[in-house]
């Protein structure tokens, strides 16, 4: 686990565990400009009802949007993440922000409103986190290949194909938005073990 974000201002409310929304240890990202003047919405955890609810296709877009998504993308790198979907921050929206780097290359970042996988192959199994899960992995197997038809958030429509890494993101992405978390796709057992941990750490006021 990567060393906690001294990215965000001061009075910027800060994630209360560090946790990456990923497959592979990260450095800390260059974020400061970019979060700069960006709202930092705090991370929706596991057992808030939102987390596994549907979300509504994006039918309005424009400056606010933007806006939105470049908060995602600052909320996420304040949580050293490399991936945030709406329902994370509480909203019921078709809109997930990725950036495998982690804030390190700006051209990195990608904006999927109202996404759809057209096409995968291949299969990799990888550990994968949440930052709505805090400090649970686990093995999930996903396509190789991905790709995502989506809109930006002008609204304009493309197509982008990722691999590995971003392949995951793509999909642990949609899934959010869908209502569905990485531990659906583990086995009974695990599952069970990590929703007792959880249960357990709530009740000690931890979670
Ligand atoms: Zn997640």
């Known amino acids: 686990m990567p060393d906690k974000s001294t990215t965000s ?20 990202p260059a974020t ?28 309005e877009f424009g400056a606010e949007l933007e806006q939105l998504t470049e908060d995602m993308f600052a909320s996420m790198y304040a949580a050293q993440g490399v991936g945030l979907a709406a329902p994370q921050i509480g909203m019921r929206l078709r809109v997930a922000v990725i950036d495998v780097t982690a804030g390190k290359n700006p051209e990195a970042k990608i904006v999927l409103v109202n996404p759809e996988v057209v096409h995968y192959e291949g299969e990799k199994r990888e550990e994968e986190g949440c930052l709505s899960i805090p400090g649970f992995r686990g093995y999930v197997v996903r396509p190789q290949f991905v790709t995502v038809k989506a809109q930006n958030a002008k609204g304009e ?33 695990k599952r069970d073990l990590i929703k007792r941990k959880i249960k357990k750490m709530r009740k000690l006021g931890e979670w």
């Open 32 to 59: 400061e400009t970019l979060s700069a003047l960006r709202k930092i919405y705090p991370i929706v955890k596991y057992g808030d009802p939102i987390l596994e609810k549907s979300t509504s296709v994006v039918k």
């Open 157 to 189: 429509p493309f197509e982008i194909r990722g691999e590995d890494l971003l392949a995951r993101a793509f999909c642990h992405e949609i899934d959010h938005l869908n209502g569905i978390l990485f531990i659906q796709h583990l086995s009974m057992l």
């Open 9 to 28: 201002k001061p009075a910027a409310p800060k994630p209360v565990t560090p946790a990456a929304e990923s497959q592979e240890p990260q450095t800390a």
